[in-house]
Nanobody, 111 residues
Framework: QLKLVESGGGLVQPGGSLRLSCGAS???????IAWFRQAPGKEREGLGCASDSDGGTYYADSVKGRFTISRDNAKNTVYLQMNSLKPEDTAVYYC?????WGQGTQVTVSS
């Protein structure tokens, strides 16, 4: 069983940046890793993923150009760099690998 732990959330002003981390209990070398978020009263939304097969990254239109996923396999960690944050980015952010979920980290964008 793979344990995932997200961190790095917090309160940020509109236009600001945050970097979230997703640390894994084991190797992520062979896994695609995805980031999701869920805002209050809304369904969980897929943001993007870092593929294991071709090394590519893919993003939802809502975050393309603002969010960047990267991975450090040596540290068993995947990152979500979030720039130009908007109030509508406020949500709990989760990572997922092989069907396992972390507990989430809260991101609040507000002045």
């Amino acid at each position: 069983q793979l344990k995932l732990v997200e961190s790095g959330g917090g309160l940020v002003q509109p236009g600001g940046s945050l970097r979230l981390s997703c640390g894994a209990s084991g190797s992520l070398d062979w896994y695609s890793i995805a980031w999701f978020r869920q805002a209050p009263g809304k369904e969980r939304e897929g943001l993007g993923c870092a593929s294991d097969s071709d090394g590519g990254t893919y993003y939802a239109d809502s975050v393309k150009g603002r969010f960047t996923i990267s991975r450090d396999n040596a540290k068993n960690t995947v990152y979500l760099q979030m720039n130009s944050l908007k109030p509508e980015d406020t949500a709990v952010y989760y990572c997922n690998a092989l069907g396992f979920w972390g507990q989430g980290t809260q991101v609040t964008v507000s002045s």
